[in-house]
């Protein structure tokens, strides 16, 4: 909402219905400072806060100036005074419909007593009914009223709240029913003793003369206002100090001095009983006060034909004593009590006898039995549990503050049990060991917690914190006040250790639960007081009424009414008696609520679940078991049975229908449903049998069984995808174990789980049922380390290799669904909006019969699906929709937001509390008056809304019904309002940008809408350089609209610094480089150390570089004409370095920035031979000179003075660049998460095709320094020419520059030639590189780096040529080698490491020599450290080391296999060559088996070793998967692999 609405919009409001945007409005208007109106709008005060708030909250919690306090407060009491006149005036305009009853009077004035920084603590009120009551005037600020104590019964547990208001004072009723009198004693409490007696008696004697003179019941209340006073209302409670309880009593002492004879004595003695003590409660003070009351029952036996004359007593404070006045009768006239006037005395006695029979008749009917009324506790125990419902389901969580169980009711839990319980707060430190808890777990999985782990200390966001404590997957046990036989956590304490200790521990918690966590009227919370109550209690009772906004959904049950009167009479304090009566079930055995419940649970009470088992049997899985299962979703032979389906009624069962077909998730209880005939059969689309088919023969394949198998479904959005995989769940159940496998949940967890299932009840592993599990919109990476962890722990188990173990069913969202099936098609099926031959009769009869049920608006999805999603279809049902509404409402705007996101970001949403905010809807509703968020909508917006329910969370969310239609909406809605101001207005409302709840995940979808590019790699039809919501407006509207989009996008999300650097990006690529450089510095201030931001820096000055290159208009520059774009290049070129020394994200194997390194220094090269001073033709070798000596020429001298320093540098830092790729492309596979992809600058091939891009980029920085020879450096002569003479000849700069075009300078490039489709071109290449070396190498002739280069040459030429002339002996290369170093500080490179493991591996254990086996144990230990240290910041996922040679059963070289060789030997596509690398089925190849060779081992103590060439030596080998590694200590044998983390271990198996 914008301020320029707000600002109006408050002034038509009532302030309750304000909120913290209409507060902003208000205070700016009456003058407060804006850093406290930012203060306060922070702490979501809307109006009905504002109004309850106390002074210290604005000093303490908000920091304000006493002046600005006064202020505020002042204009608030004008402002409720006000309000109060206008629905007085309107009430009264309404007639006099009202209830009459004293105690429903409101009255303003009081604060309230349970403050808390979060919105909002309500005082409870009483709803006066009017003929014309509306919502507004239900939340008045009031007064709380309360009742008396019971007339002359003893209840040790009543007690009085402060400023509560007793019904005004009262004459006599009906003789029986007490007449009631105040005292305020204000003043005299502070009397002395004798004094305070003095006045005590002289009130209490005349009162009870009277009453016994009216023959009435009466009470007199010390501490009670007897007038309006101040701020004080009649028959407000305001307690005194008791400084002695026996003044109060020993001020009866007097009767016998004041009343006449003995007998008068003896009757009042007998009448008036003695002082009753109720303690006030006070939240504001810890001073104890207390109401003193007096009963007096003037019985008819007693009182009978008497007149009752008193003297009071009086003391005189001249002559410092009592004195008594003359004994005089009193009666009651109303609420008061005067003295009978001797001229009505006669009369008065003459009517005494008629008093005396009526106080006979009313004793004589109080006695008599009353018709027991007892309310329906059955009925109104259903509606406090269901809000309303009929019966209980799982549409509510349950929250459970208890204290301790007697042993008794322990066994009558069950309706526990079948509950959804989010959490328990459990007061009995025993009870995991003898309590509540230890009998739940015993049937329900549970998390033990205290109230410490609530207290997010980490500052986790509310999903990580959610994970963080298991919570939705498991009951959360909170044991609140310590736990006993468990050495950590929380201790026990008493009552008042408790409030300072852990009441704020508590209220911490319950303001997380309630704002943070679960969703508004999603819980209901339920509090068991099953023993003794203490304050403890009490306090949580405190907390979840005020965070909840008052007593609804809020239940109270207590077996004993001696325990429920003292919770009462302490919970009163913040609900009103009469209010918790209403929520309370009191005086229920337990075992009747058990029952009770449980008739009203839609499940069935089965602890058990079944599932099927080889044999064709079943097994059963307890609740407990499947709880632990948590990371799936089990779908049972008995799935939904444990439904009573004769609870659920047509409307319900018509609602889950009807949800289906408006575009929802599909159910279990659809098919379940369905299957019962309850509902329309659900059709089957031709891919649910093709998906079908490729099950079955995977299940009954006899030969080339895989432990692990998949089927693909690649779907178009909303085409019913989704559905086809659960139905083929649904259909598969009984034959295979099924569960779908929830989001976010870690592999490992997902495999040990999934193990756990498949094994479940089963006594042999080799003979189980398959588990088939379900896979919704996976990346390619998580199914592939799901299907390698479980290929792992498969053979970990020693589960034989031609079993199936798991069918993995992967069902993903694709906009090219044909291709991808295309690319797989033996498992693969593809789910289009097109309807084949077959499917079109099926849809058109489905819809005839849905259209008997529903109308056709209602079933929306399910007929463009029948229609195929045809766009005129699409486009007139919109247009037909828009022509109905009324653009300028709040309901529009609202579509306007969802159809916007819902285009842009997949899976999108809007919480309905989020809507309710922007709309402006009251969020404080009780059972009665709650109205559905639905009816608020216009019939438009219903139509094209689904209310979505999150199946854990309960979170209630909006999204349109099918992306295509939120497309065309926007697309039409557009043509009046751009989407750039539709985005615009979106992340400018700060009502929604700030709401709390639920805003981590409505900030994660404005953050994708603004950042997420579109990939083709995730099934999207194009690349976009941008969001796609930043493309569009860039295009239609200009790159500015982009840009100021871009710029509210980084303030609304709190100054995102990956919106300045996509900001960044934006602007230079429109060729705006000053601006980019101002939001690359941004972000940079943001994230300091973020690599991509630090590379985008870099990327602002590479792509000015470019740009002042390339519109450079002189071909030959002059070295002026040059500084600009020298000096941007050499920035660039910084830019990268500082972003290359900077600590790398996890996420990050390699820093991108040296790419734009070698960009920008290549292309700077360039740039520097073209300046006129190098272009002529002596020019290319006065550049080298300048480049490589301390050579300056004259002309550049001056000019380029800041920047000789740097370019002499330009070769080293080239070359030290392209050194890091290379060797980070040694050891690491290429891929890139998605997550990388959308930060990531780096052009195309270099994120996609590194390895080719490096070696382009090698032949382009050697080809610019390889035209110099030998002499070129001593002399200034030089003959241009590329082609090398005699190797004696060439320099070593030389001979590096030129094998470093021809790519042999890098190990990456070199490796790079074994994938040229034509060896013979790689094999002469390598010989014409091998040529540049010296002949009869020795192995001082060359530094290391070279050195290790030639060797790989040898290596390559080997694998592409093997018969080739330049090839050495494997003995020559072992030799060349020593001369690398293994150890100290001039160690040897990774490559040069990698080199000795690969030549000094024996053919066999008997080959290595003792020297031989010290170089290579030291070599691997070297590697290994190495490696170490370089993964240490990098992902599991990105540290995917590459394995490049195998061990081959060939001698020499020749036994150095490399990984293309194998690969050669694999058939089919790419996808299913990738499976045969994960599934292990290369090993199983008969080329590959014929080719490698199998090394034999031993597992010792959970290691692999193989025999070392020393006596009795060992060489340790890593199995590439540990898992796979053989429990115990075994034989084994294995390929063995050379990688650049040591040598490694595939295959391994045990040896017979």
Known sequence: MDSSSSEMEWRNLSCDSWTETHVSSWLRCIGIKQIYIDKLKEEEVTGPVLTTLPREYFSATIGMRSGQTELLLKKRDELVKSEQEKRKNKSDSCGKGRNDKKENVLVLGQEPKHCSQEPCDRVETENIPTACSDNSASTELALSFCDYRKFDQPEKDCRYVRHNVLPPETGIENLINPCHEYKSLETAHKLDSKRLQTKVASEVLRFACACMNMRANGTIHFGIMDKVRGTHKHGEIIGIPVKNQEDFVDALDN???????????????????????????????????????????????????????????????????????????YCRVGANTPRIPDDDLVLFIQGLREKDEQREKAESSSNETNVDLREDQKRKLTILLTCGKTHMDNSLFYIIVTNKFHPENLDTISFLVHMNLFCVFDFDPDSKTSGLCSRYKKQKAVNLHFLDDYANESRLGTSDFINSLQLFERTSWIFCNGRNNFPGGEQTCDEKTWIKTRKKKLKKAVSLICNDILPRRSFVVLFLLMSNVEQPLVETFHEFYAEMNGHDFLAVISESNENYKKWSSLAQVSCHMSTLREISIVEMPLSHVDATVQSIQLSKNNLTRTLPVLNGGLCFLKSVEEAMLDSLEIISVDQCDDTKLEIMSEDEIQ????????????????????????????IKRD????????????????KDIRPVESVNIYHHPGSGGSTVARQILWSWRTKV????????????????????????????????????????DRNADYIDDLRRELGNVITTKKITPSVLCFILLICNRSNVPERMCRASSSQTVAVTHKLSNAEKPLFSKKLEQLKLQFQPDFILTFVLMSEEFRPSYIADFVKNLLDKIDHSSLITRLIRFVALLNCYVEDSYISVSHCEASLGIATHVDRAQYHAFVDHLSEEARLIFIHLKEESTHISSIRIIHAKVAKEILIQLSANLPQSEIAMDLIKDEVLINHRFNREVFLKFIRALFIRRNKKSRGDPVDTAFSPLIEHVRIERGVQ??????????????????????????????LRFEEALEWAVEAKSLLPHDTFVLDTLGQVYKRWFYHLYDTLEEKEPSPERGIEIISTALKGISAFRASEKTPKKETVSLNSSYYGEVDVGCRLLKFLSGVDVFSNNTGKSELMQYLLTDYIPAEVKKPWQTFHQQLKGLQKSLYHALECISEDLSYFQTDISEEDEELDARDPEQVHNPREWLTRKSAVYAGFFCIIRDDDIQATDSNNTDRAGPTEKLSPFQRQMKTYKLGGGNVTSILSLLYD???????????????????????????QTELANFIFCQIVLNCTLPGSSKLLSLQKLQDLSKRFITKGKNMSSASALFLLSLLFWPETSEALSSAGSQILLSAIDALQRLCEQKIQHVSPRKSRIVTHFFMGKAKGLNKIVHRSAIEKQIKGTLNERRLKWLGGEVWKTREVVQLLKRVEGWTENGNLFVKGGIREGKIRVFPRYSASLPNGNENVTFYLGFSFDGVVAFDIQVME
Request: aromatic share 8%; glycine share 4%; charged share 35%.
């Open 1317 to 1343: 489709r034509d060896p013979l071109r790689a094999g002469k290449k390598l010989e014409t590189i091998i040529d540049m070396y010296p002949e009869n190498l020795k192995w001082n002739d060359l530094d």
């Open 255 to 329: 009767i016998e001095r004041c009343f006449k004879g003995s007998n008068q004595q003896s009757d009042a003695r007998s009448c008036i009983r003695n002082p009753r003590f109720i303690e006030v409660l006070d939240k504001e003070t810890t001073e104890k006060t207390w109401v003193i009351e007096y009963d007096v029952v003037p019985k008819a036996s007693t009182v009978k034909d008497k007149l009752y004359s008193v003297g009071v007593p009086k003391f005189s404070e001249k002559d410092n004593k009592v004195k008594y006045e003359e004994k005089v009768p």
């Open 687 to 702: 891919a649910y049998e093709e998906a079908s088919n490729m099950l079955h023969k995977i299940v009954h394949r006899t």
């Open 1041 to 1070: 609209k982009a840009v100021d989009l871009m710029k509210a996008a980084y303030l609304a999300l709190g100054k995102d610094a990956y919106v300045a650097q996509q900001l960044a990006r934006l602007l230079y690529t429109n």
């Open 655 to 682: 609602q889950i229908e009807t949800y289906f077909y408006r575009g929802g998730k599909i159910d279990w209880k659809n098919f379940w449903l369905a299957d019962k005939h309850k509902c329309g059969v659900i």
């Open 737 to 776: 174990r099924c569960a779908v496998v929830k989001q976010c949940k870690e592999i490992t967890t997902v495999c040990e789980h999934a193990v756990r299932l498949r094994e479940h009840e089963e006594r042999d592993k080799n003979n189980c049922l398959p588990v088939l599990l379900l896979l919704e």
